[in-house]
């Protein structure tokens, strides 16, 4: 009986090992000479309370489009490997949509200093770029779509969106913030004597001192 098992089990594999390379092959191939046909969706994820079912997926799929990315759930897992596994079935790869920014309130005191701070001294209720909070919690789904991709071959990364929608925005995000805290560093790894200036002057004093390049190779 464990020998049969066995060999089931080996029949199975060398079964699927054929599907996983073409379809591997066909991923690849996205972008080039496969067209990208990506539908994010804000149509039909509110007839179901903002959450996939199977015939969005399948409508999708049938409309033309190659990939599809829902515009809500991306913090819910099982309901990612779910989607994925539709995908599968109707021939789509899967791309969570995801906010790529990270709200802060003025309130919280932990983030004073670690604020997005646009060139001319404007903050935003925003982590930083060169917050550590922001790239944990960036980290934190993205690095579990990428597990839960080796066994969901349809799901194929995860679609960013740094459209700034926060108060006083200055663009899209991310450009250099000039928070305090980076200039901190960057006056620590330099051995640099910065003077306490008010955010609207931090990029002046730094160009003015011929320090804005190597500021700004620092950050990025």
């Keep these: 009986m464990k020998r049969f098992l066995f ?7 060398a079964a699927a090992l054929p599907a996983a390379a073409e379809d591997d092959a066909r991923r690849k191939e996205l ?9 994010v969706d804000k149509v039909m994820q509110p007839q179901a309370k903002w959450t996939t079912e199977e015939w969005m997926v399948q409508a999708a799929g049938e409309a033309g489009f190659n990939v599809f990315s829902p515009r809500a759930g991306f913090d819910h897992l099982a309901a990612v490997e779910q989607v994925s596994d539709w995908c599968a079935k109707y021939g789509l790869y899967h791309l ?3 906010r790529g920014s990270l709200d802060t309130p003025l309130a919280n005191a932990a983030a004073e200093g670690q604020r997005m701070v646009w060139a001319d001294g404007t903050e935003q209720p925003l982590w930083s770029p060169n ?7 960036t980290a934190r789904y993205i690095v579990e779509y990428a597990r839960l991709s ?6 194929m990364g995860v679609f960013l969106d740094y459209e700034n929608y926060a108060p006083n925005s200055r663009g899209n995000l991310y450009g250099l913030s000039y928070d305090a805290a980076i200039l901190a560093k960057f006056a620590s790894a330099g051995n640099i004597e910065i003077p306490a200036l008010e955010p609207a002057k931090r990029k002046a004093w730094l160009d003015e001192q011929g320090l804005h390049d190597r500021f700004a ?3 990025i």
């Design 96 to 98: 969570p949509w995801m």
């Design 131 to 137: 917050a550590d909070e922001f790239w944990e919690w």
């Design 31 to 39: 972008g080039k000479s496969e067209k990208l046909r990506i539908l």
């Design 150 to 155: 080796v066994e969901h071959r349809a799901l």
């Design 217 to 219: 190779a620092f950050q």
């Design 7 to 13: 060999l089931t089990c080996l029949f199975t594999l």
